[in-house]
């Protein structure tokens, strides 16, 4: 909630300020009443008593209106104004942090402001960072006071710090200065990103650290890479260097790409998709193929009944899992070829008798599926990981049922068998909204997509919003079940647009999704208010 002053009425601490130079106004016009026409301070006739001496009246100290919240995206959830003339760097500004956690994110923001970095105290012009234990909003909360001519931003960890220097940065691009006051910020959701298919098309690592420059600068929080897939494995392998594409990402790349996604406070969430999704692979190893009854082989499916399938894909989790620093990976389990059949035991007999001779007389094709998916989170797992898997791959009324601790990944309610968000929630289970009626930008357009708007994310989605376009009910969406979301682009058509037009494509899109998770309520800016505050902060970044 916004703290603002009435109109016309000056705050309760200003006023008292303002009082005295009122008082000291109303005595010397009472004085210069009571003068003689001489100026002596006797009354008229005169006495005999000397002149008082003159002196040169005080000027009294400029008054300022209470301040209005600072323009940014996303915007700050509350505001409490001040009065004073607040603050932008000069000649000598500081920013400064105690050795420690903070020092990283204070060298930043002193390059940004070229300002110089220090230690305390601070003084008048200066920014401090401090890390405050405990202090509301939690981990990525943060306070930002301006007054008496300094900044001080704290936070209970690094993080809210962190996005307390990107405020401040927004604030100097879209007014030339922080309002005076006290800004305590925090966000509703804690996962928040941008989802990016670099399997299909090879982006390169340039672009990919301007995209993390860019998300850090609109709060969000992680960048899920999807490199491996039918036509193509992105990123350079130890384990099985035959599978990976002539375009890839080196290690050195990504280690690159890591160090600074770190430095942002960006989470990077690596992909192995499987059991579909898998050609790269096959193109190396073809005795995986999975083919049906009738010898046609099913596009990017590997035969799970084949142990080598499980061998080679956990031999890559592994690896990958010592690459990523992070907490998540995601193992897919997305459009597998043998469970999109009409009749899956009667298309692939031999996946339906390995399913009945490992899980009983009534275990179908989805059941052997979802061992299979239950068997690779195990290994994500053992290798210190939480693991995400698409929605498309949890079945329900199997004699086999998905492991709990899989978080679902919500982007479609369109596959065969589909099942609402509801089921999901219902089953106790944490659903990630990467719904595709808003939130997919699929290059080229297939299948009936079409690029989404950030106009019509700002307007219509929340992060209840998970499929289509109707909301849950907030009860079954609070952040415990729904803890945010993620923006994605997926290449399906590579060359349908450039590096450059995708990032032009998904500017606003992705500002509008910052926007929806850091505050899923009705914004304060109309759209276009919004849009020309997007423009106005990418002009001056």
Known sequence: MMHVTRPGRLPARL?????PWVAVALASAVLAGCSDGDGNGGPRGGDDRSP???APASRPPTTYAPSSPPRTIPSVREFDPGAGPGWKPGNGTRVVAPDGPLADEARMLAGELKAEYGKPPAKAGDVELAIRPGQRGGAE????????GRVSITGAADAGVFYGTRTLLQSLRSGGKVPEGVIDDRPDRPQRGFQL????????????????????DLKLNQLGLHFSDDQGFRIESSTHPEIVSEQHLTKAELRRILDLAKSLHITVIPEIDSPGHLGAVIGAHPSLQLTSASGNPARGAVDITNPQAARIVDDLLREYAGVFPGPYMHIGADEYQALMARNPEATYPQLAAAAREKYGANARVQD???????????VVRAAGKRPKAWNDGFFSGGVVSPDKGIEVEYWTGKEIGERQPAEYLAEGRTVVNLNDEYLYYVLGQPNQFVYPTGERIYKEWTPAVLRGTQALSSSSTEPGEVPGGRFAVWSDIANAQTEEQVAAGIRLPLAAVAQKLWDPGKPPL??????????RLAQRR
Do not use: C, M
């Not at 006023?15 to 009082?19: E, F, G, I, R, S």
């Not at 909360?141 to 008496?148: F, M, N, P």
């Not at 298919?197 to 301007?210: F, L, M, Q, V």
């Not at 109309?526 to 997007?534: C, K, R, S, T």
């Open 368 to 378: 052997l599926a979802t061992g299979w998916l239950n068997d690779r989170a195990a």
């Open 197 to 216: 298919d670099i399997a299909r098309k090879h982006y390169t690592a340039g672009w990919i650290e301007a995209r993390l420059r860019q998300l850090a």
């Open 141 to 148: 909360g943060y306070r930002l006071t301006t007054r008496d």
């Open 52 to 54: 008082v001496s003159s």
């Open 526 to 535: 109309d759209w276009p208010e919004f849009v020309g505050l997007a423009d």
């Open 15 to 19: 006023a008292a300020w303002v009082a």
